[in-house]
């Protein structure tokens, strides 16, 4: 769907969006793990300001292609957010439900500032509205793979996005 040269070429001006938009100030990276790592790993290394990360473990889809509908965390972050300028690093938002659990949660840590960075959107399967500062693409309704994006575990190291064709 995305080629491989078409994402990185994308990162790349989103880095330079956000080392523009928070120029003169220190951003805290959180990255969801798992999908989020490849993007968050690009993502990091195009942004020119000081940059922290870190990472929390949430998972809502288990190995099926609808997301149950709970927030489960793994793992929460390492690090206090209060007073950083904190950025969530997601590959992609899809129903919005992920996001929406995890927002209001991290709002309350009083952090600087919050904002969302999402490889992919998919508008027409949105459940709940999310603000996202930004975005990589909007793609449509279909089950994507690749950068990070998997379908059972399998296919987040392919180096482009791709559909996984009903079996
Ligand atoms: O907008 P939503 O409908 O909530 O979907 C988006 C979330 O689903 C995926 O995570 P998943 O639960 O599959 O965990 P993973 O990152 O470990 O694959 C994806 O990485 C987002 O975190
Ligand atoms: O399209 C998708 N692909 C992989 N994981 C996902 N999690 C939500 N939507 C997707
Ligand atoms: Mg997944």
Redesign the pocket.
């Known amino acids: 769907m995305i080629s491989e040269e078409d994402v990185n070429k994308r990162i790349a001006e989103m880095g330079a969006q956000i080392s523009e938009d928070y120029a003169g100030k220190e951003i805290h990276l959180i990255a969801i793990l798992k999908?989020s790592v490849f993007f968050a790993c690009e993502l990091a290394k195009r942004i020119t300001i000081p940059v922290t990360i870190d990472f929390m473990s949430v998972s809502s889809?288990g190995n099926s292609r609808e997301s149950s509908g709970i927030v489960k965390i793994a793992k929460d972050l390492d690090e206090p957010i209060l007073d950083k300028e904190v950025l969530v690093v997601e590959d992609?938002i899809?129903s919005g439900k992920t996001l929406n659990h995890l927002k209001p949660m991290l709002e309350s840590r009083n952090p600087a500032s919050l904002h969302l960075c999402t490889l992919l959107s998919?508008p027409d399967r949105r459940e709940v509205e999310v603000p996202v500062r930004y975005i990589g693409f909007e793609v449509p309704d279909e089950?994507?793979?690749g950068y990070g994006?998997?379908?059972a575990q399998k296919y987040r190291n392919l180096p482009y996005i791709g559909v996984a064709e009903e079996e």
């Open positions: 999908g889809y992609i899809d998919k089950f994507v793979v994006l998997d379908y």
